[in-house]
């Protein structure tokens, strides 16, 4: 027979082990680092201007970055640093090479989300925030996953929970427990509001004291930043339903979304959230934060069944919400919750598959053109990169045959120019100030 005690010494032994575990598996050795970009990747796949224009205006300005020449011949490699330094200096037919950005607008935030496991979902969010950086814009991600795959591809293995989107949210109960109990001593007129007390189980744990910035890590990616997940943020689904009990007034899937509030306008371009499979207080402060909903989905006939049911608990969860009765939300979110955009995204398509085509066309009669116009294929290269818990886009393309890469590469980058198309629309649409 086992208690919980027998569980717990379970977890004490394998504790032992995990540190040597997670080194052989996710890091070999040394901290991930990010590539150089050779000039051909500059000037093709990241400025998409002629190599010979890109080469000469780096020849007639000594003081733009000159890269490093690698052994291997005629090619520079460049930082993303400095390609960002040309991005910022140099202009092409007077066109910049700076992304665009609708002006007087915060951060769009997109989610990335399905109940379904394996939907692709991590590999997108890994992939969008790669390409979005490689184009010019300033990424945060926030993994909302236990799992974290996103964090451990990021190069994030050792996260304390209180630097998740666990402690984000039992923050946001001491600070909104604290606002309400504040207004409703104030309140001269009217029907005194009960004053709730949090036990010291939480109040002492000292995550009211964190800054905003304290939540955000570097990546190696000097554009990209993350709210890191790890598995012990697991245990955020059960201890937030005691939470609500402690205080059923506090607006519990508003937390992430007040959190992101707070961040200046300009710090990021996008936001992009990697969600849990499964409905959940993480996952409703992931959509309720969202401005856009990106679905991605495998093309086989359980994955359209699992993605049917996904959009109708989210349309469930969402209408319970809409009617939620607690203290009045604070930060620019409104009930019922409106998203910009939702888009559906099939991932791991075969395009030889007939299977996969008749999928598509059948998501295609559902959906109409919410569902993207370019899958992501399924390629030996992502199953390859995904196994190092890399992207296309940091995998070296000398490290693979040429034509393997590009496919692969292509296909992302399609997603994403698809991606920004929609994103730049929803990001117009939002209100200013907002
Ligand atoms: N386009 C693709 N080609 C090949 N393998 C893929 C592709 N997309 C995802 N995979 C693989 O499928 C698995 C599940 O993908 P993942 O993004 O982790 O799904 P989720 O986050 O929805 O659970 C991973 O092993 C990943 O490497
Ligand atoms: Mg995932």
Not at 4 to 31: C, N, V, Y
Not at 370 to 378: C, W
Request: charged content about 25%.
């Amino acid at each position: 027979m086992f208690t919980h005690e027998d569980l717990a010494q379970l977890q004490a032994q394998s504790l032992k082990m995990q540190g040597w575990i997670r080194q052989q598996t996710f890091s070999p050795g040394a901290d991930k680092a990010l590539r150089r970009f050779s000039s051909w990747e500059v000037a093709e796949l990241i400025f998409r201007v002629n190599q010979s224009t890109l080469r000469g205006r780096l020849a007639t300005d000594p003081s733009l970055p000159q890269g490093l020449v690698e052994e291997d011949g005629r090619q520079r490699w460049y930082t993303l640093e400095e390609i960002n330094e040309m991005r910022r200096r140099i202009k092409v037919n007077r066109r910049s090479l700076m992304p665009a950005r609708p002006a007087g607008k915060r951060a769009l935030r997109a989610a990335i989300a399905n109940f379904k496991g394996g939907a692709g979902k991590s590999t997108v969010a890994l992939h969008f925030a790669h390409a979005a950086a490689l184009d010019g814009y300033r990424v945060l991600c926030v993994d909302f996953d236990p799992q974290a795959t996103l964090s451990h591809s990021m190069g994030l293995t050792d996260v304390a929970e209180d630097y998740t989107v666990w402690g984000i949210m039992a923050r946001d109960l001491i600070h909104e427990t604290n606002r309400m109990n504040a207004s409703a001593r104030g309140a001269e007129s009217g029907a005194a509001l009960p004053r709730r007390t949090l036990p010291s189980s939480i109040t002492d744990l000292g995550l009211d004291g964190l800054r905003v910035s304290d939540f955000i890590k570097p990546t190696c990616w000097p554009t990209i930043d993350l709210i890191p997940s790890c598995a012990n943020a697991a245990f955020v689904e059960f201890a937030s339903a005691q939470y609500r009990h402690l205080n059923p007034e506090w607006s519990f899937f508003a937390a992430v979304s007040r959190y992101l509030d707070a961040l200046p306008d300009d710090a990021y371009d996008l936001i992009l959230f990697d969600c849990p499979p499964a409905i959940g207080y993480q996952s409703m402060n992931a959509v309720f934060a969202a401005d856009m909903l990106y679905i991605p989905s495998g093309p086989g006939y359980w994955e359209y069944d699992s993605t049917t049911s996904f959009v109708g608990q989210l349309a469930e969860a969402l209408e319970d919400l809409s009617a939620f009765s607690g203290a009045v939300p604070t930060g620019t979110m409104k009930l019922p919750k409106v998203f910009q955009d939702v888009r559906f995204l099939l991932t791991r398509y075969e395009p030889g598959n007939e299977l996969h085509r008749a999928m598509r066309s059948a998501f295609g009669k559902v959906f109409g053109d919410r569902l993207a116009e370019h899958p992501i294929e399924m390629t030996r290269a992502v199953e390859q990169s995904g196994r190092f818990l890399s992207s296309i886009y940091e995998t070296d393309y000398r490290d693979m045959t040429r034509e393997t890469w590009r496919r692969a590469r292509a296909s992302f980058d399609q997603a994403y120019d698809e991606f920004k198309t929609h994103a730049l629309a929803a990001w117009d649409n939002l209100e200013d100030g907002q």
